[in-house]
């Protein structure tokens, strides 16, 4: 069974910078990525790295969020930095897993604010 684990939302300044990280466990795994929603919102897809480290962006965030992977720790991070009021969301990890389909992690508040 697959499961997901989310860790490092939270309140940060503008201008500050935030960590998230998801362990997966329980498949291997292809693509590996972040959603965010904000309220109002729909969901959109932040970046995604493939296994081989190729990444995605959405344009809002190029330059200022970095995604990355460990491959042994089947765990996905994104760095954020330069943190704006419009990045405040509901961040959810995202897997495809070979033979085992898409899951999603429980989401991680993170609020932009000062």
């Known amino acids: 069974q697959v499961q997901l684990v989310e860790s490092g939302g939270g309140l940060v300044q503008p201008g500050g910078s935030l960590r998230l990280s998801c362990a997966a466990s329980g498949g291997i795994f292809n693509v590996m990525g972040w959603y965010r929603q904000a309220p109002g919102k729909q969901r959109e897809l932040v970046a995604a790295?493939?296994?081989?480290?190729?990444?995605n962006y959405v344009d809002s965030v190029k330059g200022r969020f970095t995604i990355s992977r460990d491959n042994a720790k089947n765990t996905v991070y994104l760095q954020m930095n330069n943190l704006n009021a419009e990045d405040t969301a509901v961040y959810y990890c995202?897997?495809?897993?070979?033979?085992?389909?898409?899951?999603w992690g429980q989401g991680t508040q993170v609020t932009v604010s000062s």
């Open positions: 995202n897997v495809k897993a070979m033979l085992r389909g898409e899951h």
């Open positions: 790295i493939a296994p081989g480290g190729r990444t």
